[in-house]
């Protein structure tokens, strides 16, 4: 499973990779519940991540410094927020790094003045999800592509799949896979509106 | 007389001969564990000098020096600068060692020449208890009880150098006691009572005769702390923080060599997990010197 696309260099040392995508996940922008933040547009996001935006008082908030929260290097979420919404750029590197969704999660949960970002599948009661250039993420605005931050998840095989592999992945492409996907706030591949 | 000597000597032959074999079997199969092991060495260096040298060479010595890191998995499109994280890696582990020793060998000399027996019967299984935590459960502590306390108190992120430098002090804590208690306790007796006769108080002997006898060890068990600290990597990985910058302030976030490498290991392809080797290669060349150094202060031995 990858919730990053293949990179050119991924595919030129593994030509045979096939990705076929099972579902697309929306990437939250999340705060802690005690900011009074609600809405950021992706240009505000971009310079809050980039280190453009260095206080929450810059967009509207607190007279507080932004304690930015990201994941390491290579993680699919990290990836698709350097190109959805930094469009390429660069982190600044005054951030901190957790190693895994349920790390950024409670770091952000304890600290009023953190920003990170992460599944929206993972988004619970402890967290605030952002609006983005005033689109709530959910389940809706995913599929039809409204919440511009989210990405596909791929399942990865090295040639066409056969066997085991390609029973699991027509099972998880089957009605019954994709329940199973929308039950956890991912967006079946049948809802998505055409891109 | 005489037929009995060559009996028992032919007995006590037969039984050295089967002893002689179990003997020697044992001997073999204990070479073999002695080969295997260092074989694993060999075989877990040449390992991460295959996958990690090609690289070192490609980047030269700005992987060493330069502050940027960008890893790809395509060697042209990434900026490969360690340098903060080597700072980290030092700064992290200095600073434990600074607070556990005083503490350490304090401790040690408590042990070893004042505590009274049932004081050491329940002090010295806690310390080996400490060495016994698992180094997640100190992460852990550290993350829900250290970091909140520092974000608390001085701002920021709280994860920071100051909340690795409390809990690393602690895992380093059991390595530096026990073996400097060790090697003060084995300190020649003749050294103490000579100088309690000419008159010196118990303190007095502590400080001018069993410490310095003890040093050597004193030195190596700091040395061996310090190996502990700067190999440790989850603990550190969960209260750092994991920021690739020079930290301005003891309360700013930081990275270490080992949480870098287990923190991008798991997503790495291409040159960035070649580019992850060749930090692992830098870590083992920091690990052989302080080893070394280990061996070397181990062997100075003061005269007795």
């Known amino acids: 499973m990858s919730s990053a696309n293949l990179s050119a260099s991924q595919k030129s040392q593994y030509p045979n990779l096939k990705a076929v995508p099972i579902a697309v996940d929306g990437i939250a922008i999340i705060v802690n519940p005690q900011n009074n933040i609600s809405n950021l547009t992706t240009n505000q996001t971009r310079d809050i991540f980039t280190g453009n935006i260095t206080n929450w008082n810059q967009v509207g908030g607190s007279d507080a410094k932004i304690n930015v929260v990201n994941r390491e290097e290579g993680s699919g979420t990290r990836d698709g927020i350097q190109k959805i919404v930094l469009k390429g750029g660069n982190f600044s590197t005054g951030g901190i790094t957790q190693s895994s969704t349920g790390a950024v999660r409670s770091y952000v949960a304890g600290d009023s003045n953190a920003i990170g970002y992460i599944s929206f599948a993972e988004v619970d009661n402890s967290v605030k999800a ?56 991912e967006v079946a591949i049948s809802d998505v509106s055409a891109k | 007389m005489i037929s009995i000597k060559p009996n028992r000597a032919g007995r006590s032959l037969r039984r050295s001969a089967t002893q002689d074999i179990k003997g020697r079997t044992i001997e073999l199969l204990l070479l073999l564990c002695g080969i295997s092991s260092v074989c694993a060495i060999f075989l877990i260096i040449i390992f991460i000098f295959a996958e990690g040298l090609p ?3 490609q980047a030269g010595p700005n992987f060493l020096i330069s502050s940027v890191w960008q890893p790809t998995d395509n060697f042209a499109d990434g900026l490969w600068g360690i340098f903060p994280i080597i700072i980290g890696s030092l700064l992290v582990t200095v600073g434990a060692v600074a607070i556990g020793t005083p503490l350490g060998v304090a401790c040690a000399i408590f042990l070893a020449e004042i505590a009274p027996a049932p004081v050491r019967r329940i002090l010295v299984p806690s310390v080996n208890a400490l060495a016994g935590v698992p180094s997640v459960v100190y992460g852990f502590f550290g993350l829900l009880v250290v970091v909140p306390w520092i974000r608390g108190q001085f701002g920021g992120f709280g994860t920071s150098v100051l909340a690795s430098w409390l809990i690393l002090f602690i895992m380093i804590l059991p390595t530096i006691i026990s073996i400097s208690t060790d090697s003060i306790r084995a300190v020649p007796k003749e050294f103490k009572e000579g100088s309690l006769a000419i008159g010196a108080t118990h303190w ?24 502990r600290a700067i190999g440790e990597t989850m603990a550190v990985l969960m209260v750092a923080g994991n920021s690739i910058t020079i930290p301005n302030s003891i309360f700013a976030p ?28 830098v870590l083992f060349a920091f690990i052989m010197i302080l080893t070394g150094l280990a061996n070397l202060a181990s062997r100075r031995r003061i005269a007795y």
């Open chain 2, 204 to 227: 007095q002997t502590i400080r001018s005769v069993l410490v310095p006898a003890a040093s050597s060890g004193i030195i190596a068990s700091v040395i061996l702390g310090m190996g």
């Open chain 2, 254 to 281: 930081t990275s270490t060599l080992t949480a870098q490498i287990a923190l991008e290991m798991g997503y790495a392809t291409g040159a960035h997990r070649e580019a992850l080797f060749a930090m692992g290669i």
């Open chain 2, 55 to 57: 690289f070192l060479i």
């Open chain 1, 130 to 185: 952002l609006n983005i250039n005033s689109v709530a993420p959910t389940y809706d605005t995913i599929a039809n592509g409204t919440y511009p931050v989210q990405r596909y998840f791929l399942l990865v095989t090295n040639g066409d799949p056969t066997g085991n592999a390609k029973a699991f992945i027509d099972f998880t492409l089957s009605p019954a896979g994709q329940a199973i996907l929308k039950a956890d706030k």
